[in-house]
């Protein structure tokens, strides 16, 4: 059974920074083209940043150059650098695996004075 678990939300003040983890278990970690989504309070969920199995990146305009994904295939994780937090990035995080189309059960970040 494959799991992805999602770590490192929390309440960071405008300006500030968070890093999220996600550990992947069960499956060939390595080939899968990862993607971080988010979901803002009665929003639709939509796509972050992406990463492929080579390493290829891809990110949403509103966090170019704030964001930063990243993936490290010994310890089966992908990561997410978030800098210069906004109010509007505040949202229930989730880790997909596009192989496997799953989604981890999510984490909170709030960006808040």
């Known amino acids: 059974q494959v799991q992805l678990v999602e770590s490192g939300g929390g309440l960071v003040q405008p300006g500030g920074s968070l890093r999220l983890s996600c550990v992947a278990s069960g499956s060939i970690f390595s080939l899968h083209g990862m993607g971080w989504y988010r979901q803002a309070l009665g929003k639709q969920r939509e796509l972050v940043a992406s990463?492929?199995?080579?390493?290829?990146?891809n990110y949403v305009d509103s966090v170019k150059d704030r964001f930063t994904i990243s993936r490290d295939n010994a310890k089966n994780t992908v990561y997410l650098q978030m800098n210069s937090l906004k109010s509007e990035d505040t949202a229930v995080y989730y880790c997909y695996d596009y192989a496997l189309s799953r989604y981890g059960q999510g984490t909170q970040v709030t960006v808040s004075s």
């Open positions: 990463i492929t199995s080579s390493g290829r990146t």
